[in-house]
């Protein structure tokens, strides 16, 4: 899966339109982009194909438009951010089949070192079928044919769904690699996965354990320690035979978590559960809470205790590698945010350590909480960060070239 050619290995490409499959999937409101961190992520990968002449044709998707041409799912507000930042005007057409006629012109007057940004992949039904709908393998040729032969995917956020945009495009080009971005996730969850410095500590939290039985089951091969936080650890607790009121359970994975108790035991890996919490009489701020060290009858957990703050951070001290995915309570609320705070602080205290972010909840955590700059990696695909953390091969790497 590491061994994929990339932008770097590309040659030739004055006067050349390449196709490049971005993740400009981001908040709006009212039209205004909320927050640019993935149009600036997609910059050092367009620059480069500009600085070789290229004629440059990004596509994207945004949100869940399920082929119809929402207005308020346009990429138009993409386009002037992106010219912002290259210096350079991209070109947008707001066409609803997005490889209509106007746009198949306007690409075919593309000169060098222009840019042409695509109306939202999904605005066609078929951009999610591909392999389910033979309509879609047109439309993958579509937008194919809007390029001469050259794709290049930096969308690490759906690199573990089979698209037309990201993987069925790649059946009718001849090159196909990825971008800047996507190198990074691949090398920094990759090295931390497969080739971890040791000790190797992975702290798993969120919701629920149904989204990560894969992550925690493969993780146990790999890691030294695996500390579990958040809801999901409710449902180890009641496994073991603890009282846990009215926390957060899921009743049918209740054998699963005893199971991966045993196998933590028997590969000699360092499980840990939460020894006191924070819990709350309702789901709000500002409600009555306490620190306790078994749950009360009609309360409920909403973040780890004191002791177990001291414990996670001491099963962290000396850790060479750490990737995290998932809080460790319920940090939107202030007054049970302090777990995922003070965890979040022990990982970015680390010295040379590679910490890795796995996406989702836990980088907005490390975000809101001002630690991003203080993290190796802070990875920019949920589904996708953990799905490659589960051991699965991602379709939108597994289409991209290897290195021979």
Same mark, same amino acid.
């Not at 600036?40 to 480069?48: E, L, N, R, S, Y």
């Not at 707001?94 to 840019?115: H, I, S, W």
């Not at 009609?298 to 004191?306: K, L, T």
């Given at each position: 899966?590491?061994?994929?050619?990339?932008?770097?290995?590309?040659?030739?490409?004055?006067?050349?339109?390449?196709?490049?499959?971005?993740?400009?999937?981001?908040?709006?409101?009212?039209?205004?982009?909320?927050?640019?961190?993935?149009?600036?992520?997609?910059?050092?990968?367009?620059?480069?194909?500009?600085?070789?002449?290229?004629?440059?044709?990004?596509?994207?998707?945004?949100?869940?438009?399920?082929?119809?041409?929402?207005?308020?799912? @346009?990429?138009?507000?993409?386009?002037?951010?992106?010219?912002?930042?290259?210096?350079?005007?991209?070109?947008?057409?707001?066409?609803?089949?997005?490889?209509?006629?106007?746009?198949?012109?306007?690409?075919?007057?593309?000169?060098?070192?222009?840019?042409?940004?695509?109306?939202?992949?999904?605005?066609?039904?078929?951009?999610?079928?591909?392999?389910?709908?033979?309509?879609?393998?047109?439309? #993958?040729?579509?937008?194919?044919?809007?390029?001469?032969?050259?794709?290049?995917?930096?969308?690490?956020?759906?690199?573990?769904?089979?698209?037309?945009?990201?993987?069925?495009?790649?059946?009718?080009?001849?090159?196909?690699?990825?971008?800047?971005?996507?190198?990074?996730?691949?090398?920094?969850?990759?090295?931390?996965?497969?080739?971890?410095?040791?000790?190797?500590?992975?702290?798993?939290?969120?919701?629920?354990?149904?989204?990560?039985?894969?992550?925690?089951?493969?993780?146990?091969?790999?890691?030294?320690?695996?500390?579990?936080?958040?809801?999901?650890?409710?449902?180890?607790?009641?496994?073991?035979?603890?009282?846990?009121?009215?926390?957060?359970?899921?009743?049918?994975?209740?054998?699963?978590?005893?199971?991966?108790?045993?196998? #933590?035991?028997?590969?000699?890996?360092?499980?840990?559960?939460?020894?006191?919490?924070?819990?709350?009489?309702?789901?709000?701020?500002?409600?009555?809470?306490?620190?306790?060290?078994?749950?009360?009858?009609?309360?409920?957990?909403?973040?780890?205790?004191?002791?177990?703050?001291?414990?996670?951070?001491?099963?962290?001290?000396?850790?060479?590698?750490?990737?995290?995915?998932?809080?460790?309570?319920?940090?939107?609320?202030?007054?049970?945010?302090?777990?995922?705070?003070?965890?979040?602080?022990?990982?970015?205290?680390?010295?040379?350590?590679?910490?890795?972010?796995?996406?989702?909840?836990?980088?907005?955590?490390?975000?809101?909480?001002?630690?991003?700059?203080?993290?190796?990696?802070? @990875?920019?695909?949920?589904?996708?960060?953990?799905?490659?953390?589960?051991?699965?091969?991602?379709?939108?790497?597994?289409?991209?070239?290897?290195?021979?």
């Amino acid at each position: 899966m590491l061994n994929k050619k990339t932008v770097d290995d590309l040659t030739g490409l004055q006067g050349k339109k390449v196709l490049v499959r971005c993740d400009f999937n981001v908040p709006l409101k009212d039209g205004v982009i909320q927050n640019y961190n993935r149009i600036d992520g997609a910059i050092p990968t367009i620059k480069k194909l500009l600085d070789q002449g290229a004629k440059v044709i990004l596509c994207s998707h945004l949100g869940k438009p399920k082929g119809e041409p929402l207005p308020e799912m @346009s990429l138009a507000p993409v386009a002037p951010a992106l010219s912002e930042r290259l210096g350079v005007e991209v070109k947008f057409v707001d066409d609803p089949k997005v490889t209509g006629p106007e746009t198949q012109k306007v690409a075919a007057e593309l000169k060098d070192g222009e840019v042409l940004l695509l109306q939202n992949t999904r605005y066609r039904i078929e951009e999610t079928k591909y392999g389910k709908d033979e309509n879609a393998e047109g439309y #993958a040729k579509e937008l194919a044919d809007l390029c001469d032969g050259i794709f290049v995917n930096d969308a690490f956020g759906t690199a573990h769904r089979a698209h037309c945009s990201n993987v069925g495009v790649t059946k009718y080009t001849t090159t196909n690699v990825v971008g800047y971005l996507m190198e990074k996730e691949i090398k920094f969850l990759g090295q931390a996965v497969e080739n971890p410095v040791r000790p190797f500590v992975a702290i798993l939290g969120g919701a629920k354990v149904s989204d990560k039985i894969n992550v925690i089951n493969n993780l146990l091969d790999k890691v030294d320690t695996l500390i579990i936080g958040g809801g999901m650890a409710y449902t180890f607790e009641k496994a073991q035979g603890e009282e846990i009121g009215n926390s957060l359970c899921e009743e049918d994975k209740l054998d699963y978590a005893l199971e991966m108790i045993k196998k #933590a035991e028997e590969k000699g890996v360092k499980l840990l559960l939460p020894v006191d919490h924070v819990e709350g009489r309702e789901f709000s701020n500002d409600t009555e809470r306490k620190v306790v060290d078994v749950i009360d009858a009609g309360w409920s957990g909403f973040d780890i205790g004191p002791k177990t703050i001291a414990l996670y951070k001491a099963a962290l001290e000396g850790a060479k590698t750490v990737v995290w995915n998932g809080p460790m309570g319920v940090f939107e609320f202030s007054n049970f945010a302090e777990g995922t705070l003070e965890v979040c602080r022990a990982v970015a205290d680390l010295q040379d350590a590679t910490t890795v972010i796995g996406g989702g909840d836990s980088v907005n955590a490390v975000k809101r909480l001002g630690f991003a700059d203080k993290m190796t990696h802070i @990875s920019t695909g949920g589904g996708a960060s953990l799905e490659f953390l589960e051991g699965k091969e991602l379709p939108g790497v597994a289409a991209a070239d290897n290195r021979l």
